[in-house]
């Protein structure tokens, strides 16, 4: 009697673990399907897990998903909770198709699904006319979505300034609207401004800050997604280009009997069959036209694009020297305006002085308000002879904003007196000799004897001798060998594509590094999505040679296949960057794993590496 109690306690046992056990399945909701009816096939784990991945659905068309939902049930007092993930399917073709097992992670192991047949069977005649019913709702549906989106998430740009003159700084600010109650599931940029015909360098934005801001009564999250300076670099009519975005809103859908179109999106209702679905949108803000003016009057010859509120000043570190020893000639150049692009002065030196190009340092700060700071050029020249130097004074012309006239900063004229050094410079007899050549003159020059023993004139002439000629042919072997290589260094010095594309692992794990760095910190979490986001866009970048501003996901995913890139390898690699493009802009970005992004963007890179080899 207690054996049978053992046995049936042991049984009890193996029952409740295998009631527990972790099992990941998929199941349909109808099969058949005739062709063009909606299907869900859904995936379910009995227990948690992560690093889910759906097979591709092919032959059919996906409407939205993966849809996750939970559940929960208690078996002989134990709580299990159950997980699942569906796609909504819609049958394109009859036949029979075969959808692939999905995996997901969990303990530590791969869980696989099995592997489902469908039968998509031809549709009757009223089957038909239900379908161009549907198809009708739908378009409504959409349309709905549509008008709603419309008004409740959009990008808006701004510029400081709509009418300037050549080289006057514009401030460009792009900023994102999403009302607070919209589920934005993904959002990612899917087209940068360009800005051609500026001159533009990106300010800085450590931390995506969104804030509250009511518009017409009706309040939204915002941040400011990019803000850049512009100088326009030519006069006539410009346009800062606009910004657009990608997003995938999950909204709830509400149908009835009747009808399939009702629709809800802030309040609750009383309809049955509530359900959700995922909705494609585009916004994109509005180009903005700018008016470039040419200046108020003739440009000056020694104008060189200068512009702002400036100030300058010249000096010579010394005014006594003696040959040989340099002389630093400094011109500094302040203010507020365009001080990047200020290109050094041309200056009159005295000859006999030997002069090399300017040695240029800055300490410019660009803010919303202006650029500002100032940038110093220094001169190095060495006096060749002694004497007195007059260098003429330093003319810096630059175009006033607040006078809307040319204006000319002239320095004083510099004096130097030059002392003869010790190294022969400007003395006279043999120069540019060193003294231990001198030495050696009475060692390899003999002298001249005058009395000679009986010459023989040798028989075999040296003209045109086996010697003779490759003594001749020499440099010109010699000379086509150098040629040869400098055209090669110097074709692959001015090939940036091909400089970009050895140094794109490179960068993407110096980028990658700094992320992982940042990792640690939470209060630089934007910072590092904003790493990872550069990592991912700049490989892509220099790997195909096209410029970031010209680089959208499509063009990115037609030009990996063209490389030989399988389609699933292109498509991971662009789910990562909508992924970490979603925790970079998502209003919620805490809740997304900072390790799990930047594991994800490692193994996307490394795998696109070895595929681009």
């Known amino acids: 009697m207690r054996h049978k109690l053992y046995c049936i306690s042991i049984l009890l046992f193996l029952m409740s673990v295998s009631a527990f056990a972790q099992e990941f399945t998929a199941s349909v909701d109808r099969n058949p399907v005739p062709v063009g009816e909606r299907f869900t096939v859904s995936f379910t784990i009995n227990g948690s897990g992560s690093d889910f991945k759906g097979p591709d659905f092919k032959g059919f068309t996906v409407l939205g998903g993966p849809n996750q939902s939970q559940s929960i ?129 990106d300010l800085p934005i450590d931390k995506l800050e969104w804030k509250r801001e009511v518009v017409n009564g009706v309040a939204f999250n915002t941040a400011i997604i990019k803000q850049v300076v512009l100088f326009p670099q030519r006069s006539g009519n410009l346009v800062v280009d606009p910004y657009e975005f990608n997003f995938t809103v999950r909204m709830r859908v509400q149908t009835s009997q009747r009808s399939r179109d009702f629709w809800s999106f802030f309040d609750d209702s009383f309809f049955s069959g509530n359900n959700y679905r995922d909705f494609e949108y585009k916004a994109s803000s509005e180009p903005l036209p700018i008016t470039v003016s040419e200046f108020t009057e003739m440009r000056p010859p020694e104008f060189a694009g200068a512009v702002g509120d400036l100030k300058m000043e010249a000096f010579l570190d010394k005014t006594k020297t003696k040959t040989g020893q340099p002389v630093a000639l400094k011109v500094k150049i302040g203010g507020r305006g365009n001080l990047k692009l200020i290109q050094p002065l041309a200056i009159n030196f005295p000859p006999g002085f030997e002069i090399y190009d300017p040695n240029i340092s800055d300490n410019i700060f660009t803010t ?27 003319n810096f012309t630059y175009f006033d904003l607040n006078a809307k006239r040319f204006n000319t900063l002239k320095s004083k004229e510099f004096l130097i007196e030059v002392e003869k050094g010790d190294d022969n410079f400007g003395g006279s007899g043999i120069t540019g000799v060193r003294k231990e050549e001198v030495q050696l003159i009475g060692k390899d020059i003999r002298y001249i004897k005058t009395k000679s023993s009986t010459l023989e004139r040798n028989k075999q002439s040296f003209f ?72 991912l866009w700049g490989y892509l970048s220099d790997k195909l040679s096209i410029p970031n501003s010209e680089l959208t996901k499509d063009k990115a995913k037609e030009n990996l296949l063209e490389k030989g890139v399988s389609e699933d390898l292109s498509s991971e690699f662009l789910q990562t960057l909508d992924n970490a493009e979603f925790a970079r802009y998502s209003p919620s970005s805490n809740i997304h794993k900072l390790d799990v992004i930047y594991g994800s963007a490692v193994k996307a890179i490394t795998q696109m590496e070895g595929a681009l080899r």
Do not use: C
């Open 73 to 201: 049930q208690i078996i002989n007092g134990r709580t299990a909770r159950s997980f699942t993930l569906s796609y909504m399917l819609l049958a394109d073709k009859t036949g029979t198709y075969t959808i692939g097992p999905a995996s997901i992670m969990s303990d530590g192991k791969m869980l696989k699904s099995q592997a489902i047949t469908i039968n998509v069977l031809p549709e009757s005649e009223a089957q038909k006319e239900q379908r161009k019913q549907e198809q009708e709702q739908e378009k409504t549906l959409n349309q709905q979505a549509l008008d709603i989106l419309k008004k409740n998430i959009y990008v808006k740009s701004s510029v400081s300034k709509r009418k300037v003159f050549t080289g006057e700084q514009i401030t460009a600010t792009y900023k994102l609207f999403i009302h607070p109650e919209l589920n934005v599931m993904q959002l990612s940029p899917t087209k940068v401004p360009s800005l051609n015909g500026f001159w533009n360098q």
């Open 368 to 394: 919303e308000s202006g650029m500002s700071g100032s940038i110093t050029f220094e001169y190095l020249i060495i006096p060749k002879n002694a004497g007195n130097f007059k260098i003429e004074p330093v």
């Open 464 to 535: 045109w001798s086996r010697d003779y000629v490759a003594m001749m042919l020499a440099p010109f072997i010699m000379f086509g060998i150098f040629f040869i290589i400098w055209r090669r260094k110097k074709h692959e010095s001015y090939d940036l594509n091909l400089i970009r594309n050895r140094k794109a692992t490179k960068i993407a794990k110096k980028r990658l590094s700094l992320a992982k760095s940042l990792m640690k910190d939470n209060s630089n979490s934007d910072k590092f999505h904003e790493e990872i986001n550069k990592a």
